[in-house]
Nanobody, 120 residues
Framework: QVHLVESGGGLVQPGGSLSLSCVVS????????IAWYRQAPGKQRQLVAV????????SYADSVKGRFAISRDNAKNTVNLQMNSLQPDDTAVYSC?????????????WGQGTQVTVSS
């Protein structure tokens, strides 16, 4: 089994910051790309940021470029999302997704999500 557990969500005022973490655990040979997604009420799930295991390259949604930063600690199987200058439109459930190599195959796993609310 593989588990992804997110943490760090909460309530923050506009202009504030939050740092999310996602820990991947279980029967893992290696972890490939890890991504953060978000879904606001009544909206489709959106890719926020992704980081590659091969070269550490990152990619961001246009709406968060310059405000969010994704990073990973391979020794701890952890990916972080630093979110700055948060705005009400950033309110959503944030979930991480990992592309995991195990038993010779690649699988996608999701965490349960953590709520981020930006409000005054």
């Amino acid at each position: 089994q593989v588990h992804l557990v997110e943490s760090g969500g909460g309530l923050v005022q506009p202009g504030g910051s939050l740092s999310l973490s996602c820990v991947v655990s279980g029967d893992i040979f290696s972890i490939n790309d890890i991504a953060w997604y978000r879904q606001a009420p009544g909206k489709q799930r959106q890719l926020v940021a992704v980081i590659s295991n091969n070269d550490g390259s990152t990619s961001y949604a246009d709406s968060v470029k310059g405000r969010f930063a994704i990073s990973r600690d391979n020794a701890k199987n952890t990916v972080n999302l630093q979110m700055n200058s948060l705005q009400p439109d950033d309110t959503a459930v944030y979930s991480c997704k990992a592309d995991v190599r195990r038993n010779g195959f690649n699988y996608l796993y999701w965490g349960q999500g953590t709520q981020v609310t930006v409000s005054s």
